[in-house]
C-alpha cells in the first residue's frame, strides 16, 4: 500500500513538472486576435477575427485560393454578431453571432457567408446547410497595401481590407 502512495505521488509530481514545460512551450499566436464593435442602425454589431499579415506573399489565389471557402481571418472562423435583425446587401440576416467566411473570386462577385456554427477552427468543418445567408459583394482594388487583415465598421456597413483589396458589406 505505501508502494502504491510513493507511486501515485511520484506521478502527480511528474505530470505537474511536464504540464509545466509544456506550458512554457507554447509559442504565442502569430496572428492576433482582435474585435471591432459599432453600431448600425441601431444593431449592436461585433466581428471578431484574427488578424494575419501578408509577410510578402501573395494573398489572392495563392495563400486564400480563389472559388474555396475561407475563414475570413486565422484560426478560429471570424465571427459576426448583430443584437438585431438587419439587412445585408439588402437581404434579411436575423440577429445572433455567425461565423463569417468568403468565397474569394477571380473577375468577378465575391460570396459573403453568414453562418450559424460560429465556434468552428477555419472553415476545415464548414457545413453550407448551416449558412444562414449568402450575398454577393465586389471587391475593389485598393491602391495602399494593407498588410495586416483589418475589419473596419463604417455607418454602411463594414469593410474587409487586406493586401490590395478591400471588400465593403454594406448594412442597414
Do not use: H
Not at 505537474?16 to 502569430?30: F, Y
Not at 495563400?63 to 443584437?83: I, Q
Not at 498588410?147 to 483589396?165: M, R
Request: with cysteine; net charge positive.
Amino acid at each position: 500500500m505505501r508502494k502504491l502512495k510513493i507511486a501515485t505521488i511520484t506521478l502527480l509530481i511528474i505530470s505537474g513538472i511536464c504540464g509545466e514545460v509544456s506550458a512554457q512551450n507554447k509559442k504565442p499566436r502569430v496572428s492576433l486576435p482582435d474585435t471591432v464593435k459599432s453600431v448600425i442602425g441601431k444593431a449592436n454589431i461585433t466581428i471578431a477575427y484574427s488578424r494575419p499579415s501578408v509577410k510578402e506573399r501573395k494573398i489572392w489565389g495563392s495563400l486564400v485560393p480563389f472559388d474555396s471557402v475561407w475563414r475570413a481571418g486565422a484560426n478560429e472562423a471570424t465571427t459576426f454578431e448583430t443584437d438585431r435583425d438587419i439587412k445585408v446587401q439588402g437581404k434579411n440576416l436575423p440577429a445572433g453571432k455567425y461565423a463569417f467566411f468568403i468565397i474569394p473570386k477571380e473577375n468577378q462577385d465575391w460570396i459573403a457567408i453568414f453562418n450559424k456554427e460560429p465556434k468552428q477552427w477555419g472553415a476545415f468543418k464548414y457545413n453550407i446547410k448551416q449558412d444562414q445567408l449568402r450575398v454577393p459583394v465586389k471587391p475593389i482594388k485598393n491602391k495602399e497595401k494593407e498588410n495586416l487583415l483589418t475589419y473596419q465598421i463604417t455607418n454602411k456597413g463594414f469593410l474587409l481590407k487586406w493586401e490590395n483589396i478591400v471588400l465593403p458589406i454594406v448594412m442597414k
